[in-house]
């Protein structure tokens, strides 16, 4: 197998300084200095043409002057040579550089055209490189300090990864002082080649860093950084600092949906979707990095404090409030099992207040029972220093008791000389301590957000009852005809039409041009009746004063309609009016919603769900998500609204069909995958009346685009392209299909239809056993990475699925592995043949240069059906045959 390019800069074996210097003070003299302090094992070739030798090393006038092999150059000349260095490495064989040079892009348009000249010169010369504008790297594990900064970092189990220079030697500072180790300490820069997506794929296979941690300003391959943080959260955790939450927005939204996804909410819902946990500061960083390292995650949202005084126990009830949580309810029983050993007076409740002089005993009486509560999911122990207290009692007390739970515990000891000793204590037993209590609850809940990140990337979503239906062809026939008319902006029919096309509820609605046709087409509908403004120019209808509600007969449409044109024209002389609209009037409904969609132009369409009417600008009670949704994810967006309390049923409001609510967010999610040119959409307001929703305004805005669907996403949605119909050997028809989560009893019988001697052969072991966590392996694909094509029995057989193709690509796609299993009742019809050359196809779709596959020696049958198909065979080792075909 091929090295991944990243280990030339974490495991070189000889390095390279161009623009070393023998001059204290001066970065050049630095990078030798720490790399040689730092105990580097390789060599390291100083590169100044005006020295001979620099810090005891043999210096050389260029890279190409050095005559053996360098893994990595770290530059550090005047940008300007830059290129000229990078192409010295082409010639020298140097495939990794990282650059240190600062005055690209950030300083205007001379800078760009210098990092363009620099990437340039790098492909020409099949150079990777890091930066430019960064500090280096620090690999503790490997002796590496390939980096300017004033000290190096201890090891440890943190992989950093930060695009300010200045914050990396902060945090070098700071973790100095807390004694906080590193696997890996990157300073990444501009990311004008190597960025946060190829590192995250390295670090996630490299098993001494436990968590990544990352200072974050902005991204640039959007798509391939969700990628591979999804693909990398399931198996460690990612936090994330985000800088720049305040910043305004680059131009004023004309949606209400554009005003209520600003870019904060982007990140959050990409990150969300992404498996990753966000904070807010970089104490926060470390704090939840060295609670995931020590303690393990909530399974739920619910919180128990204990603590020895009422103030802090306040001030950790106080900390939910910015989560929108309540500390855990405790049951009588678990009430009840406190009294046994607390005081008569204490709090009987969470808090739990075990009061000032309590000793240690009491503490752990306390924390047995809470962490015994089956309502409780983990539990902050508040600390204050009274007279009566003994903390370093109180903690050789409690720490041996946490050491047995699988509930996460913190341990707030407030102070600080007091409680010195007992701190001590709680670190050396690996509990993780805080200063406050607001500390300790705000990690708790980022570890249990990260909980639910997982959860909504493992959980397995209903079927959707019926499978989707859209007409995509109508859609695009009425949106091609608005191009064609140069109307950008849809008219509330236009967008009512396309949104009818995806099966999205909608009000009848026709228009009307004159008082008469307006009083005939009301007629027409049967009364009471709505009439809008009818104006390409007009968005927002009741700015103008353009909606008269409850019409009851020809008369008042009639007059209606004077009123509306006419203040209109008053309103906005220079609108175009068309006339009006008249639709049915909706009964009464008593909630108003908002769906729509923005397209932003890094992340692609997002999804607004959240409180409608005239008012949703002001309130701005909504939750963002990103496509594609399923009803799962569709579900978890509204469960993000305070509003969805009162879908579910509230005093005189009935419940609404939260399952058709699912299914047209769905829908909407659909229509703007397959539309990359819907800029905005509103459906404002959707209403709920008598528990149905139903779409009584909509607007839309186009413009062309650049980026075919799906390609618009940042998430791959389901790959439709790759559906095809085919018949087994035998006559019995099939649908070759990707698999999507939906599938996963479809996969469990599956397996079940498969021998002991089929799932030996298929994955070199035998299974007896199918959970969860072993089935969405299969179905929760990223589509950009994975796939598994499967075969479905359709009528007039039933649906079963009877084997499976699978392709798992590396993250730049060069290779890819293959496998393919066929259940034994459809063994020798041709499946397994036909399954393995679609996977081929798809992967040279996809670009794959060379596919590969392992069989083991003693599966005949799979080996010669290979050869056949012009794999080649390699001989055997331990048992198994590596089989590959160039593609």
Not at 188 to 199: K, P, V
Not at 808 to 835: Q, Y
Request: hydrophobic share 45%; net charge negative.
């Amino acid at each position: 197998m091929e090295r991944h390019i990243l280990q030339k800069f974490f495991k070189p074996q000889a390095v390279a300084v161009v623009g070393a210097s023998p001059r204290e003070g001066t970065i050049g003299f630095t990078l030798v200095d720490n790399l040689q302090k730092g105990g580097f094992q390789g060599d390291i070739y100083p590169i100044n043409p005006k020295h001979g030798e620099i810090l005891g090393l043999k210096a050389y006038p260029s890279v190409t002057a050095v005559g053996a092999a360098i893994d990595l150059a770290v530059i550090a000349v005047p940008i300007a040579g830059v290129p000229e260095v990078m192409r010295e490495c082409g010639q020298a064989k140097i495939t990794g550089a990282i650059i240190i040079s600062a005055g690209g892009k950030e300083v205007g348009d001379e800078g760009q055209k210098v990092e363009a000249e620099i990437a340039a010169t790098a492909r020409a010369g099949g150079v990777r490189y890091l930066g430019p504008n960064c500090l280096g790297i620090i690999c503790p594990h490997n002796h590496l300090n390939a980096s300017f900064a004033a000290r190096s970092a201890k090891p440890g189990g943190l992989a950093l990864l930060s695009q300010s220079g200045a914050i990396c030697s902060a945090i070098l500072d700071w973790a100095d002082t807390q004694n906080i180790g590193f696997s890996h300490f990157v300073s990444i820069g501009s990311m004008a080649d190597i960025d946060f997506a190829e590192m995250i794929d390295y670090l996630g296979n490299d098993d001494r860093a436990k968590s990544i941690i990352i200072y974050m300003e902005n991204l640039i391959h959007h798509r391939s950084f969700m990628s591979a943080a999804r693909s990398v959260s399931r198996v460690k955790p990612i936090i994330v600092v985000k800088s720049g939450r305040s910043a305004v927005a680059a131009r004023a939204a004309a949606s209400h949906t554009g005003a209520l996804a600003g870019q904060d909410d982007t990140y959050n819902a990409a990150f969300r979707r992404a498996g990753i946990i966000r904070v807010d500061t970089i104490a926060q960083l470390f704090n939840c990095a060295e609670a995931l390292g020590k303690m393990p995650r909530p399974l739920g949202g619910s919180l128990a404090i204990i603590t020895n005084a009422g103030g802090p126990g306040v001030m950790a009830v106080d900390a939910f409030s910015k989560w929108q949580r309540e500390p855990a309810v405790l049951t009588p029983e678990t009430i009840s099992k406190l009294s046994e050993s607390l005081p008569p007076h204490w709090s009987r409740g969470n808090p739990v207040d075990v009061l000032g002089d309590a000793p240690p005993e009491r503490f752990l009486q306390a924390t047995r029972v809470i962490l015994a509560a089956p309502e409780v999911d983990g539990l902050v122990i508040v600390l204050s220093p009274q007279a009566m207290t003994d903390p370093a009692g109180v903690a050789q007390a409690i720490a041996p008791e946490i050491k047995k739970q699988a509930k996460p515990v913190f341990a707030v000891w407030m102070g600080a000389r007091d409680v010195a000793a007992g701190v001590a204590i709680l670190n050396e037993a690996s509990v993780p301590t805080f200063e406050t209590p607001e500390e300790a609850v705000d990690t708790f809940m980022e570890m249990y957000s990260y909980t639910r990140n997982l959860e909504l990337l493992q959980e397995t979503p209903l079927q959707m009852p019926p499978e989707i239906k859209v007409n995509t062809r109508q859609a695009r026939s009425f949106i091609e005809e608005c191009f064609t008319r140069q109307t950008l902006l849809l008219s509330e029919v236009e967008a009512k039409a396309i949104l009818s096309a995806y099966g999205i509820p909608v009000n009848p609605t026709l228009t009307a041009s004159s008082a008469a046709a307006a009083a005939v087409a009301a007629k027409k509908l049967g009364f009471p009746v709505v009439l809008k403004i009818h104006s390409p120019d007009i968005s927002h209808k009741s700015d103008v004063d353009g909606v008269r509600v409850s019409l009851k007969d020809e008369a008042e449409v009639t007059q209606a309609y004077e009123d509306i044109v006419t203040k209109a024209k008053s309103y906005k002389p220079e609108a175009r009016i068309f006339g009006v609209t008249i639709q049915t009037q909706v009964a009464k409904a008593p909630l108003e919603l908002i769906l729509g969609a923005k397209k932003d132009p890094y992340f692609g369409p997002l999804l607004v769900f959240g409180m409608g009417g005239i008012f949703t600008g002001v309130f701005k009670e909504s939750a963002v998500d990103l496509p594609p949704l399923n009803l799962l994810l569709a579900r978890r967006l509204m469960e993000r609204t305070r509003i969805y309390r009162i879908l579910q049923g509230y005093r005189n409001i009935p419940p609404a069909n939260l399952d058709e609510l699912a299914g047209i967010l769905v829908r909407l999610s659909q229509l703007v995958t397959d539309f990359p040119e819907i800029v905005e959409l509103d459906i404002n307001p959707l209403l709920i009346s008598d528990g149905k929703p139903i779409c009584v305004d909509a607007r839309i805005v186009l413009e062309p685009s650049q980026v075919p669907a799906p390609r618009h996403l940042i998430i791959a949605p389901y790959p439709n392209q790759y559906e095809s119909d085919w018949l087994l050997e035998d006559g019995t028809p099939v649908l070759l299909r990707p698999i999507r989560p939906e599938d996963e009893a479809l996969v469990e019988d599956l397996l079940e239809n498969c021998s002991d001697e089929t799932l030996y052969f298929r994955y070199f072991r035998l299974i007896k056993s199918f959970p969860h966590s072993f089935l969405i392996r299969f179905t929760q694909n990223d589509y950009d990475r994975e796939m598994g094509l499967a075969a479905f029995g359709i009528p007039p057989g039933p649906e079963v699925m009877m084997g499976v193709g699978r392709l798992v690509m590396a993250p730049d796609r060069s290779t890819a592995e293959f496998a393919v299993i066929v259940a034994d009742p459809w063994h020798g019809k041709g499946l397994g043949e036909k399954l393995i050359s679609r996977v081929i196809e798809i992967a040279r779709e996809y670009g794959v240069k060379s596919l590969w596959g392992e069989v083991l020696a003693e599966n005949v049958p799979m080996l010669a059906l290979v050869k056949k198909m012009g794999f080649t065979l390699q001989s055997p080792e331990e048992g198994v045959r590596r089989v590959g075909m160039d593609l």
